[in-house]
């Protein structure tokens, strides 16, 4: 399954729907307000977890794109 950041922001009930019915799991409003759950997390991102959705990190990429280009060239080749 392939979800696009931006489109998060777009649409967060729709996308997050795809995602939970893509995992065969039953929807939960609660997948909506991520950011309230209370579960501990113990992985490096732990602190983003626990953020609500931010647009900063939206299209970010670009500023690097001539350093990244042979990779998207590489990756564009493997699809």
């Given at each position: 399954m392939e979800v696009h950041y931006?489109?998060?922001?777009?649409d967060l009930q729709t996308q997050a729907r795809r995602i939970v019915?893509?995992?065969?799991?039953?929807?939960d409003?609660?997948?909506l307000a991520f950011q309230e759950n209370q579960a501990?997390?113990?992985t490096a991102s732990s602190?983003?977890?626990?953020?609500p959705?931010?647009?900063t990190?939206?299209?970010r990429w670009r500023k690097l794109h001539a350093e990244l280009?042979?990779?998207i060239d590489w990756l564009e080749l493997a699809v």
């Open positions: 931006q489109d998060l922001f777009d019915a893509h995992c065969g799991s039953p929807w409003p609660a997948c501990p997390v113990a602190v983003q977890v626990c953020q959705l931010y647009r990190s939206v299209d280009a042979p990779v």
